[in-house]
């Protein structure tokens, strides 16, 4: 079983619909987690950064952490075709006896106009 | 700022050449990172650098080499390439606080294929 699960998808939405991705770990020294958006062909891209459980909101997108359940989302609002993306999840922690982020696999979305 | 620079974009080998992918930020990160990306593998590290003049392995080392040229650069090797290292190549960086990464950078990455 891998350390971080994440719905490869693909994940198709209209244009406007509000997204959910969602990540599962099993690890509950991870604290610090990342949303990561790629596009076909291009290095992955930071998108959202959260320490421990909580919501973080920038713009149209949402980040939120639940420690308890060891499960992440990223939500997005009034999705846009410019959305179409690949979406990974990201996480770190101080006593996970490793200095690199795990990585989920990621999540494929494609926004329909 | 560039960011995380890469070089080359696409290589393609024959099998047992050699070649050296760089990797260059100019953000003041002390720790940087080389991972491969296969489809449905997501990112798996092969190399890192905690800081300048220290290397590690990662879930992937067999078949590569690195060297933290500076605090600025990192490069991969490959010293006799395999049709099985056939992938896209990322180089990362990112500042550390303890022994904990916290955000890491990309680059835009290097496609090799491997005949």
């Known amino acids: 079983q891998k350390e971080v699960e994440q719905d490869p998808g693909p994940l198709s939405v209209p244009e406007g619909a509000i997204v959910s991705l969602n990540c599962t770990y099993s690890n509950s020294a991870f604290q610090y987690f990342m949303w990561y958006r790629q596009y076909s062909r291009k290095g ?16 149209r997108f949402t980040a939120q952490v639940d420690k308890s359940s060891k499960y992440i989302s990223l939500f997005i609002r ?11 999840c990201a996480m770190s922690g101080d006593d996970t006896g490793r200095r690199a982020l795990t990585f989920g696999s990621g999540t494929r979305l494609q926004v329909q106009p | 700022n560039a960011g995380v620079t890469q070089t080359p974009k696409f290589q393609v080998l024959k099998t047992g050449q050699s070649m050296t992918l760089q990797c260059a930020q100019d953000m003041n990160h002390n720790s940087m990172y080389w991972y491969r990306q296969d489809p449905g593998m997501g990112l798996r590290l092969i190399y890192y650098s905690a800081s300048e003049g220290t290397t590690d392995k990662g879930e992937v080392p067999n078949g590569y080499n690195v060297s933290r040229l500076n605090k600025r650069e990192f490069s991969l090797r490959l010293e006799s390439a395999a049709p099985s290292q056939t992938s896209v190549y990322f180089c990362a960086s990112s500042r550390t606080s303890g022994h904990t990464t916290r955000e890491q950078f990309f680059g835009p990455g290097t496609r090799l294929t491997v005949l």
């Open chain 1, 78 to 88: 009034d999705s846009q075709p410019s959305d179409s993306a690949t979406y990974l």
């Open chain 1, 44 to 59: 992955p891209e930071l998108l959202m950064y959260t320490y421990s459980s909580g919501n973080k909101e920038d713009g």
